[in-house]
């Protein structure tokens, strides 16, 4: 593994956990392990939702993390003044939480879900929600997608994709012109990954195959064609402490210090076609 997958530049061996190698690019930072899609299609089975695979485990009747309505109403507001809103999420996972929000919050918008798991799409089907199973790359549904939706989101879920670029370029095939897409991700830049080293947590490979810097996020969307690109140094912590403590400020001193193990990433199709 010689170059990064986001720039095309030289990596270099960042470190070493679960087996895995983690190699570095020398110009944007972006952490990438050596996998391939095909080599991860089968991981997503059961016992990774109960907890055995990696550093996470989700039950059906899981509720959303506090921070996650905030952070999905912030998204909304950017793209939806009305109704008939199309959303579409990105590996919900097996309990969807968000779904079931949008489900009880937002009725009237139209929401879907692609979702790599088997197990966890057949369960979202049970449930009643629309799903497209596998890769977001997949041709099939990018066609029944293609220029249909407002918002297109995914929380903890692009570090999971070992092909960003296939995966942005989806992403923007299937937004109306105009429309966002927003996902939460880690920052392998920030002081909490430098100073955690090996233990930081968010280094789970081969669940997280992908490790985003602000550089590396901007580099892949903007070469995707997307016209505005946000990065917000701060994840669903802190926007979780936000809401607990009220503290003025706490989201853009969190974003100005660089501290954060997580992201918050907004992409904007341009109206215009490129
Ligand atoms: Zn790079």
Redesign the pocket.
Known sequence: MKS?R????PVRLYLTKHGYEIFR?T????GQINVTAHDIEDFYDQSYFQGEKAHFQQGLETEPHPALPFWLEHNLDRVCPSNGVQVLEIGPGLGGPLAGYMRKTHPEMDYAAIEISGYAAENLRRRGFRVFEGRVTHPATIESCFERYDLIFGTEVIEHDPEPHPFAQAVYKMLKPGGCAAFTTGNIDGWMARWSGQKWYYLDPPAHVSYYTPS?VK?LFGAEGFSTIQVRRYGLSYINLKLKTHLPGILLATHLSNISTGMSILARRGQQEN
């Open positions: 990064c986001i720039c095309s530049a690019c110009a944007c930072g972006f590396a580099i």
